[in-house]
Nanobody, 122 residues
């Protein structure tokens, strides 16, 4: 059974930083593309960032470019999202996802975590 468990969310002031982690179990993590998405109340789940299985190619939504960094540690079966210069509009539930050929599309991912809340106060 494949499981994805996010951690690292919380409450932070604007301008602060958080590092999200996503521990993956039940599959050969190093073979799969991965991504991060977020969903604010009343809004759709939006693409945030993605990384190919090889780690050589990354993608970012325009609203996080220069502030967020995606990474992975295949030895630990874990992916990360370093979030700096956080803004109140970054407040959302953040989800990790694995196994997609269209890494920017939420509809294409096969496995999802349950999400971690990030709240940025002004």
């Amino acid at each position: 059974q494949v499981q994805l468990v996010e951690s690292g969310g919380g409450l932070v002031q604007a301008g602060g930083s958080l590092r999200l982690s996503c521990a993956v179990a039940g599959l050969s993590f190093s073979r799969y593309n991965m991504g991060w998405f977020r969903q604010a109340p009343g809004k759709e789940r939006d693409f945030v960032s993605a990384m190919f299985w090889s780690g050589g190619t990354t993608y970012y939504a325009d609203f996080v470019k220069g502030r967020f960094t995606i990474s992975r540690d295949n030895a630990k079966n874990t992916m990360y999202l370093q979030m700096n210069s956080l803004k109140p509009e970054d407040t959302a539930v953040y989800y990790c996802a694995v196994d997609s050929n269209n890494v920017r599309s939420r509809k294409d991912y096969r496995y999802w975590g349950h999400g971690t809340q990030v709240t940025v106060s002004s």
